[in-house]
């Protein structure tokens, strides 16, 4: 089943997730477990409505990804929000959109194509595939970024010497 | 563990967090002082005649500084909208870039697909034309 914190597909019958060793809910369609509850299940009620899925934590750090030197076992336990955890392997989301609206529409949307691969490759448990589209999200997003800096600098260079060269020196 | 290319991948981080702000801050002085003058025309607005989803944006934020938002959603709506959450995003990229530890964003799945259809759905709306589309484009 998919683990609802992290996306990682375990067999089917798994307890805890083989990505994340977050305990996997019992029953699908697996109930978001909220903040630290456990699945609320016979207790003869109907459970009010889950809160919203906490936010996904990072895999474990073996896949050669920089944790900043934080390591994310044994922090993750019941009842604590995980959203302090720094992202494992980044979709560079923010640097494609900065890329397409400020520099270059068609190498920024390149950037945010790679950046839903990593998220899909994620969920899909291809942590490979997902380091690959990271590096490529973050390529591209240097060649709109830093490209469109370039071409910046250059167009202002050029304009900048024809004021000097017009005002007679 | 951190091997090497994880390292070298960190690195390309943290640059780029520095390039973009380098851009946003020497592009917004260039935009105050003289968008016309030093600030180059929309690549594929010269070639196609078509506006993309950034045309405008050097008009909206220019109309930001001067506290205009009307004229700023008349220029470029989407950029308008989005520049609270890209700068915000932006300072939690550079603060885990350079090793802070930082509330997770972006987490959510579909994120950058919404984004995608989102941007390519202004560019295609914009430059429809006609009441309501003309409203997207620069005016």
């Not at chain 1, 942590?127 to 469109?148: D, T």
């Not at chain 2, 180059?40 to 950034?54: D, E």
């Amino acid at each position: 089943m998919n683990c609802p914190y992290c996306g990682f597909v375990n067999a089917e019958g798994a307890t805890t997730c083989a990505s994340c060793d977050q305990q996997l809910p019992a029953a699908p369609p697996p109930p978001p477990a909220g903040y630290g509850q456990p699945p609320a299940e016979g207790y003869g009620y109907a459970p009010a409505p889950p809160p919203p899925a906490p936010p996904a934590p990072p895999a474990p750090p073996a896949y050669g990804q920089s944790t900043y030197g934080q390591p994310a076992y044994g922090q993750q336990g019941y009842g604590q929000p995980s959203y302090h955890q720094p992202a494992p392997i980044k979709n560079h989301l923010v640097m494609a959109i900065l890329a397409t609206l400020c520099c270059c529409v068609p190498l920024g949307a390149v950037g945010i194509i790679f950046a839903s691969q990593v998220n899909s490759k994620l969920a899909a448990g291809d942590i490979a595939g997902a380091e690959k589209a990271s590096k490529s999200a973050l390529l591209w997003s240097w060649l709109a970024i830093g490209g469109g800096a370039l071409i910046g600098i250059g167009y202002a260079a050029l304009v900048a010497v024809s004021v000097v060269a017009d005002s007679g020196f | 563990m951190r091997s090497a290319v994880a390292v070298r991948a960190n690195a390309a981080e943290r640059w780029l967090t520095v390039v973009a702000w380098g851009v946003l801050v020497v592009g917004g002085l260039l935009l105050v002082t003289g968008r016309d003058r030093f600030v180059p025309p929309c690549a594929f607005r010269t070639l196609s005649g078509l506006f993309c989803p950034g045309c405008g944006s050097g008009r909206a934020l220019v109309a930001l500084f001067r506290f205009d938002l009307p004229a700023a959603l008349r220029a470029n709506a989407l950029v308008v909208g989005a520049l609270p959450f890209t700068l915000a995003a932006l300072a939690l990229e550079t603060a885990s870039a350079w090793g802070f530890t930082v509330p997770r964003i972006g987490g959510w799945r579909h994120s950058p697909t919404v984004v995608l259809v989102v941007i390519i759905a202004f560019w295609v709306l914009r430059n429809l034309g006609g009441w309501p589309w003309e409203l997207l484009a620069p005016h």
